[in-house]
């Protein structure tokens, strides 16, 4: 059934003043949908009977009418078929906007999807959408999202020295380090995360509705993260001085050196699952790690059993709603880290050892748990980090996870230290 465009002015919309507003009515399979235009009308511009007698009205109106028209007449007879009339006008307007020039924010589009991303990787986008700007001098249009701005970016981020974010004065600090290719690939991902969020929004190819047509990252090749091999684990020596020195320390150092050593003791224990973990039931701690519990099909499930050597330390930060009290402390996960990584870098630089990250807790576990001396099974090893083993993915369909094996291996990790 043919698709039918006309306009009418409806007596029952007329407002208080008098004014109305010409609506365009779009009618299909017979039912119909009226559209509003910014075409007002006065009892001045209308015969008795209700018609528009106002002939610049009327151009106007007729304009309106053969634009939308006009779209109609290009429709694939079968997509007329297949659609409501519903879908036949927001088709009509996609193709309106369309055929104006899309106008897309990349820089706020960018910084709107940072708030659905979690804590570190909204950073991320924050980070890197700042950076674009920087290099634009502006906020760019997505137009200018081209594959020559993006060779350009990608030598901007290269050359451009690292900036932090300093906490406590609320200001980002350029430093007089270079940053890292991963950090170039990073950025030049999280663009092309963007980018390519922005077409799967703003296209709708079943409609043939392309406003963002190409997808420059065919032609633009974006470096890839090299995954380093360095090992990011510290010796055993200085997890037992942590150990040894923990008693007579204060403030942030001793926070900084009991989350390290509980996370230690917890088969690497983020902070941010610290943070938020509920109590443990019968001396087992029950979590998903929020790292990866979006990206696995068992939702990154742990159960981690709180072994005797770790337990003083636990109850000293013992929460009442909550396994540990830092949401008491801390507003937030993002404020605890800050201050977990400002006492770390304190207890480093008075051991005058070499740097190293509250990450470091987990790398260390594995090492020293595949290592000769203790000589877990490296499957055991996987499940304790709740890490992925594609050789093994269609075993684990089948087979239950036995936890008692994964804390029998903590056991013997734990087992290499003098905890007195």
């Not at 407002?15 to 509003?36: A, C």
């Not at 610049?56 to 009418?65: S, T, Y």
């Not at 028209?69 to 009339?85: G, I, K, S, W």
């Not at 092309?192 to 990252?217: C, T, W």
Request: with cysteine; net charge positive; charged share 30%.
């Amino acid at each position: 059934m043919a698709i039918t465009v006309d306009y009418v002015i409806l007596p029952h919309l007329k407002k208080e003043d008098g004014t109305n507003f010409i609506r365009l009515r779009i009618t299909h399979k017979r039912k119909s949908k009226y559209i509003k235009t910014n075409i007002s009308v006065t009892a001045e511009d209308l015969t008795r009977s209700g018609n528009l007698k106002n002939q610049g009205k009327e151009d106007l109106a007729d304009n309106e009418v053969k634009k939308w028209r006009r779209v109609v007449d290009e429709m694939p007879t079968m997509a007329q078929e297949d659609m409501d009339v519903g879908e036949v006008v927001g088709y009509i307007k996609a193709k309106l906007v369309e055929q104006e020039s899309f106008r897309l924010n990349f820089a706020e589009y960018g910084l709107e999807l940072a708030k659905t991303k979690k804590n570190a990787t909204s950073w991320n986008y924050k980070a890197a959408v700042a950076c674009l700007c920087r290099y634009f001098g502006h906020q760019p249009d997505i137009s200018e999202i081209t594959v020559r701005a993006m060779r350009g970016f990608e030598e901007f981020v290269r050359k451009e020295p690292r900036i932090i974010h300093n906490a406590s004065k609320r200001e980002f600090i350029q430093t007089k380090k270079m940053k890292t290719e991963n950090a170039v690939a990073k950025y030049i991902g999280i663009v092309r995360a963007i980018y390519k969020s922005a077409r799967m929004q703003f296209n709708d190819p079943d409609l043939g509705v392309m406003r963002i047509p190409v997808d420059i990252f065919e032609y633009y090749k974006a470096p890839a993260i090299a995954y380093s091999s360095e090992p990011r684990d510290i010796p055993a020596e200085w997890v037992q001085m942590m150990i040894d020195q923990r008693k007579g320390l204060k403030g942030r150092e001793k926070l900084a050196i009991d989350t390290f050593l509980m996370s230690f003791c917890l088969m690497g224990m983020n902070l941010v699952d610290m943070y938020s973990c509920s109590r443990a039931k019968d001396g087992v701690i029950h979590y998903y790690r929020t790292k990866t519990k979006d990206k696995k099909a068992d939702r990154a499930e742990m159960y981690v059993r709180i072994e005797p050597c770790i337990k003083d330390v636990i109850q000293m930060y013992k929460g009442s709603d909550l396994l540990f009290d830092f949401s008491k402390r801390y507003v937030s996960a993002d404020k605890m880290t800050t201050a977990v990584n400002a006492g770390l870098r304190q207890w480093i630089a008075r051991n005058n050892l070499e740097d190293f990250t509250f990450y470091s807790a987990r790398h260390t576990w594995a090492t020293l748990g595949a290592s000769k001396k203790v000589g877990v099974d490296l499957a055991m090893i996987t499940e304790g980090l709740s890490h992925s083993d594609a050789s093994r993915k269609m075993d684990m369909v089948y087979i239950r996870k036995d936890w008692e094996r994964v804390w029998d291996a903590n056991v013997k990790v734990l087992g290499l230290f003098d905890w007195k």
